[in-house]
């Protein structure tokens, strides 16, 4: 959704590349590329203003003019002033003292409350809880079916007493499934209530009705993502008629430019809570403005990642797998187990999904969106196609055997000779990592791979390095390789400062990874 929000920040701040200072017409022409971007993503003119107003005022201080890499600070005030439109801290959910813990959920039709409210139930349940979820959009055809149907893919429970599709009171049906959720002891309820086209007194109304009647402990605005500033203008209009605690951002995996998430939070002043980024059930999650700003900025989300790693993989697999590739060469690390290993990442989302998450991915966007994640399941039906003994042993795998496998999984024949290579290459590369040798060809840095006599060969080289004989020319070397060494101490590695900040502390999510 923001990827080209995500271009056009990219651009402006490669002009700033290189720049030891940055001038008043610097400034102003960054702020003005920034309002552009924002302006073209249909983020609501008021946080524009605000967004620039507080860039402008930050760069022109100390935090900039005396910063070693002004670029990178500039950078670093967008992310923090991007965090800040986006609701600032991580809002959680409020839960009830004495249970059951009511949400409602509320928004337009077509806004996609009743597939949120099934993705809701599954992530509460995966944290333990036993959701309900109750149907009380009884206006919409075949809502309450869609909410059955739903509720059973997610394995919640739910409460439909009513067929709908114009019959039945939804204020009784909300009211009597709180004294269902305690008889079934249910600790959290959601209750999917009716939307319309358009805000309307009759919404309004019934809203308002269900609200009274089960005093719920939070209302989440459901917001379509992909209607801009419209979703933000009736955000506005429900806060100001029936009230709302937080919202959530629906069709977050759309193509539209993604101004209603950049606006809502700071128009409304209610934090978005929780995104859907997708169709299936487990494509939801809580929203942290941090790591969306990160990802807005083309650094990544690391955390997310991991978090999503966590889930999938247990401790005791991986273990299992490490030992597997430390001994005897990897050898013991069979298709069977690379097969696992496949479907395990499989099970974590999509492929292009998961490489988005990694820092700079951004300038490789076209590659990464013409994955064709039908190549995960080619490879699976390969290995399924062998036998025990050669998924076991690759090594036995001949010609005629390839012909036979190729024909069982209705592939070429290269296609298996291809994948046998890059088993062998995919081990060889991991047992070398998992025995500490890092990754290959990677000289001159400890821990990476490459070995000592590559290192002494580009030491060898360097001594060769001889001087010109021209004393014009070798003082002009030397005024090169003078500026060249100035350069790097002023940006550091990687064009990052060379002063380390002795008060940067790494974020609680990273501590525990570190040891």
């Not at 969106?369 to 090594?395: C, F, G, L, Q």
Request: hydrophobic share 40%; net charge neutral.
């Amino acid at each position: 959704m923001f990827d080209t929000l995500s271009d056009r920040l990219s651009a402006t701040f490669k002009n700033l590349r290189g720049k030891g200072r940055l001038s008043e017409a610097d400034i102003d022409a960054t702020a003005r590329e920034i309002r552009i971007a924002l302006l073209e993503a249909d983020v609501a003119l008021p946080v524009v203003r605000a967004f620039i107003a507080n860039i402008k005022e930050r760069a022109r201080g100390s935090e900039v003019s005396q910063a070693l890499n002004p670029a990178q600070q500039v950078v670093k005030i967008v992310n923090e002033e991007l965090v800040g439109i986006l609701g600032g801290e991580t809002r959680r959910l409020r839960f009830a003292k004495n249970p059951p813990t009511v949400i409602m959920l509320a928004g337009l039709q077509g806004a996609g409350k009743t597939t949120l409210a099934g993705k809701l139930g599954l992530w509460l349940k995966s944290q333990g809880h036993s959701p309900l979820l109750v149907a009380c959009d009884l206006q919409r055809p075949n809502a309450v079916n869609q909410l059955s149907v739903v509720a059973d893919r997610a394995g919640v429970a739910v409460y439909a007493p009513e067929p709908g599709n114009g019959v039945g009171d939804p204020v009784k049906v909300a009211k009597d499934s709180i004294e269902f959720a305690k008889a079934k002891v249910h600790d959290i309820v959601i209750v999917d209530t009716a939307g319309r086209l358009g805000i309307d007194e009759e919404l309004m109304r019934q809203a308002a009705d269900i609200r009274d009647a089960v005093s719920p402990d939070e209302i989440l605005f459901v917001v379509d993502a992909m209607i801009g500033q419209d979703a933000v203008n009736t955000a506005e209009a429900f806060r100001d008629g029936v009230g709302f605690d937080g919202v959530v951002l629906s069709k977050l995996d759309g193509d539209a430019r993604g101004g209603a998430a950049l606006s809502i939070a700071h128009v409304t002043g209610k934090q978005i809570m929780f995104a859907s980024n997708g169709e299936k059930l487990e494509d939801f999650d809580a929203f942290h403005p941090d790591r969306m700003a990160s990802r807005i900025l083309d650094m990544g989300d690391l955390l997310t990642l991991i978090e999503q790693a966590e889930k999938t993989f247990s401790q005791e697999e991986a273990a299992k797998m490490a030992s597997k590739l430390a001994s005897s060469k990897g050898k013991d690390f069979t298709l069977d187990d690379f097969l696992a290993q496949m479907e395990q990442v499989r099970k974590m989302g999509s492929i292009s999904k998961l490489l988005g998450m990694l820092p700079g991915m951004g300038q490789i966007k076209d590659q990464i969106n013409n994955i064709d994640e039908r190549d995960v399941d080619r490879t699976a039906a390969i290995i399924k196609s062998m036998t025990a003994k050669e998924r076991a042993e690759p090594t036995i795998i001949n010609g005629s055997r390839r012909a036979r496998i190729a024909k069982g999984s209705g592939v070429e024949v290269s296609a298996v000779k291809n994948l046998v290579e890059r088993f062998f290459e995919a081990r060889k590369m991991m047992s070398k990592m998992a025995q500490g040798g890092g990754m290959p060809g990677m000289p001159g840095m400890p821990g990476m791979g490459g070995g000592p006599g590559r290192q002494k060969k580009q030491v060898k080289q360097a001594k060769g390095k001889r001087k010109s004989g021209n004393p014009m020319k070798r003082k002009a070397e030397e005024q090169a390789e003078a500026a060249r060494r100035e350069q790097a101490a002023q940006g550091g590695a990687f064009n990052l400062p060379a002063q380390e900040d002795k008060n940067f502390e790494l974020p609680d999510e990273f501590k525990k990874f570190m040891g």
